[in-house]
T-cell receptor
């Protein structure tokens, strides 16, 4: 049962344009959301997060938006750069009772072309 | 470099065999998490240990077991291996059981191939 869903397996964007990666979740108990980035032959690395009490968090070129009523979050990358090409995983934390273990989506492979 | 070390990086074995994957967390981290990434699948949470005790359990098969030792390193044991167990196994660590910001630090993974 996939509680975190990334319905777009891949996305291609031109350098300098905006990349928008989407994520949906089904469990209303999730209270913390994160995006991880993964390059080939490496482990995932933390990119940005957002608490359920917020609807937006920004860090440089990366902004995460959370719509709790729709159980939807998105990651915006502006402007996109070739070095952003990677697989992006959306993750959600169920809080204390789940030990803060993260539930991950299947990932979206982003390709930024020059 | 995340500071999380996993060994071996690659492992090839036969069906029915047993293997052990090892993980050393970042210095100071008390929680260790194990994840499985199969082909076309996301990262599936298997199990979490905090300071030697099992803290949370995910979709871990009965053929799999894990433990965390007093020095905080962890081992994931996979037995009676099947072809479908072929996957990338990630270990991650965090400072506490409560996860703070929820950020986990991942190792590079151990790629298991079952033939």
């Amino acid at each position: 049962d996939q509680q975190v869903k990334q319905n777009s397996p891949s996305l291609s964007v031109q350098e300098g344009r905006i990349s928008i990666l989407n994520c949906d979740y089904t469990n209303s108990m999730f209270d913390y959301f994160l995006w991880y980035k993964k390059y080939p032959a490496e482990g995932p690395t933390f990119l940005i997060s957002i608490s359920s009490i917020k609807d937006k968090n920004e860090d440089g070129r990366f902004t995460v938006f959370l719509n709790k009523s729709a159980k939807h979050l998105s990651l915006h990358i502006v402007p996109s750069q070739p070095g952003d090409s990677a697989v992006y995983f959306c993750a959600a934390s169920g809080g204390y009772y789940s030990g803060y273990a993260l539930n991950f989506g299947k990932g979206t492979s982003l390709l930024v072309t020059p | 470099d995340s500071g999380v070390t996993q060994t071996p990086k690659h492992l090839i074995t036969a069906t029915g065999q047993r293997v052990t994957l090892r993980c050393s967390p970042r210095s100071g981290d008390l929680s260790v998490y194990w994840y499985q990434q199969s082909l076309d699948q996301g990262l599936q949470f298997l199990i979490q240990y905090y300071n030697g005790e099992e803290r949370a359990k995910g979709n871990i098969l009965e053929r799999f077991s894990a433990q965390q030792f007093p020095d905080l390193h962890s081992e994931l044991n996979l037995s009676s291996l099947e072809l479908g167990d072929s996957a990338l196994y990630f270990c991650a660590s965090s400072v506490g059981a409560t996860g703070d910001t929820g950020e986990l630090f991942f190792g590079e993974g151990s790629r298991l191939t079952v033939l």
